[in-house]
């Protein structure tokens, strides 16, 4: 019942939601950022680095530097931050933080799955894959020649397993399956995710219903834009939304008739939350378009702070902190490119 959490919360949740809290006060901050995008090398970065969280996984690393290490390094110390969260959880928390990490496994089995068929080294792969989605059998999904196999050797056995049944064709694995296939895992991920918050309740069901409708609305947009101009028939178009969120159903029937962008854009200025993001863009472009919508996530994850006795603070924390890689992946790559001219096109500000 909303409003009575408060009561029982932090019998078993109070603890970790302190925990959470702390980390997200070592989030970087926009003069940190600021600083970051002043750095001539990568050892520059590495400097700045050390007087935050950072500090403690980068400060064995010897010179010279590469942008892999301290990606590698910063996500690191996110999962080691995730595990203590884990271990420490209970009932209904630890399914919670489980559920979080689904998504890198999708990613991690489509990364496999896509590098096998290119003929690449499964242990070359297995190094890119993210440490959060990463499961007992990941290394067997290289002998899998079609969905069927790729189910019964491997998946049937990880939480995976329940989303794989919208997917399982006898069809070889090609570029095109496999994209779907992610997509369909996907969806079927984020209903299961929305159903799990909707029975918790509470102040976690209202928000996390608006984070992962959001997801919804963000992915309809992206498998839109990038099926123009595909095989992908609108039906099948469809098939890959989900059944939930500010565009469903209304919105998704307009999103799968759309022929380029500037459709695209004239469905999703008719809702009010994503009339700011598209007013950004000017027509014909898409390519700000994943900043755009990065800085919205960001700004509605941070919202999810401002409440207490819910869960999701997790979802948000996570979400801020791989933000946060991601914006400093993209500052090394452009100093150690010599790209400081672009440093600022796809560095998302938190705070």
């Not at 970790?16 to 926009?30: K, M, N, P």
């Not at 002998?143 to 997917?167: G, H, I, K």
Request: proline residues 3%; negative net charge; charged residues 25%.
């Amino acid at each position: 019942m909303y409003g009575f959490e408060a009561m029982t919360f932090n019998i078993h949740g109070g603890y970790l939601e302190a925990i959470v809290r702390g980390h997200r006060a070592g989030l970087l901050t926009a003069a940190d950022y600021n600083n970051l995008c002043q750095c001539e090398t990568l050892d520059d970065i590495k400097m700045h680095l050390s007087a935050t969280e950072y500090g403690p996984y980068l400060q064995n690393e010897p010179s010279p530097l590469h942008t892999t290490t301290i990606v590698e390094k910063c996500t690191l110390k996110l999962v080691d931050e995730y595990k203590h969260m884990l271990c420490q959880a209970t009932e209904p928390l630890s399914t919670f933080l489980e559920y979080i990490t689904y998504g890198h496994m999708i990613d991690n089995v489509v990364l496999i799955v896509t590098g096998t068929l290119h003929e690449r080294d499964v242990q070359e792969l297995l190094e890119k894959c993210h440490p959060l989605g990463m499961f007992d059998s990941i290394a067997t999904l290289a002998v899998a020649q079609n969905m069927r196999e790729l189910y019964r050797l491997v998946l049937v056995d990880t939480p995976l397993a329940p989303y794989f049944s919208e997917c399982i064709t006898s069809e070889d694995l090609d570029d095109m399956n496999i994209e779907i296939m992610r997509n369909t895992l996907y969806n079927a991920y984020l209903e299961d995710f929305y159903k799990f918050c909707q029975k918790l309740g509470g102040a976690t069901a209202e928000i996390m219903s608006d984070l992962l409708a959001f997801e919804a609305d963000r992915r309809a947009v992206n498998i839109t834009i990038n099926s123009i101009g595909t095989e992908l028939t609108r039906d099948d178009r469809r098939k890959l939304y989900s059944n939930f969120g500010l565009l469903y159903p209304y919105g998704h029937e307009e999103l799968a008739v759309c022929e380029d962008i500037d459709q695209v854009r004239a469905v999703m200025e008719k809702y009010p939350p994503y009339q700011s993001i598209f007013s950004k863009l000017s027509y014909g472009e898409s390519q700000m378009l994943d900043k755009a919508f990065y800085e919205e996530e960001v700004k509605r994850l941070c919202l999810a702070f401002e409440q207490q006795f819910h869960y999701g603070v997790f979802f948000a924390y996570m979400r801020l902190r791989e933000q946060e890689i991601r914006n400093l992946m993209w500052i090394s790559e452009c100093v150690a490119q010599n790209q400081k001219s672009r440093v600022h096109d796809s560095v998302v500000f938190i705070f």
